[in-house]
Nanobody
Framework: QVQLVESGGGLVQAGGSLRLSCAAS????????MAWFRQAPGKGREFVAA?????????HADSVKGRFTISRDNAKKNTVYLQMNSLKPEDTAVYYC???????????????WGQGTQVTVSS
């Protein structure tokens, strides 16, 4: 089992940057594919990015491609990151990290979820 704790959210102006972190407990972090999803007020959960167990394969949603980058540190920090640049007001949402067996854009693929961190982008 793995526990996930997100951090790094906050309020930023449009065009700004944030880096989200998701720290995982346990020794099995490197055996899980990881992903970020987001949910805006009144909307459903949306896939943002996913990364394979060793970080050699990544997927990014079209809406964030070229602006967001997912990465992970298996060696020291058991953490997955989401670097968000050129933020837009439509990126405002609660961002969740998730752990599962394979990198996927489908939420039901993932077995473990964090509690979420709020990102608000002002215009």
């Amino acid at each position: 089992q793995v526990q996930l704790v997100e951090s790094g959210g906050g309020l930023v102006q449009a065009g700004g940057s944030l880096r989200l972190s998701c720290a995982a407990s346990g020794r099995t972090f490197s055996t899980y594919a990881m992903a970020w999803f987001r949910q805006a007020p009144g909307k459903g959960r949306e896939f943002v990015a996913a990364i394979s167990t060793i970080g050699d394969v990544t997927y990014h949603a079209d809406s964030v491609k070229g602006r967001f980058t997912i990465s992970r540190d298996n060696a020291k920090k058991n953490t997955v990151y989401l670097q968000m640049n050129s933020l837009k007001p439509e990126d405002t949402a609660v961002y969740y990290c998730a752990a599962g067996p394979v990198p996927s854009g489908i939420g039901s693929t993932y077995d473990y979820w964090g509690q979420g961190t709020q990102v608000t982008v002002s215009s």
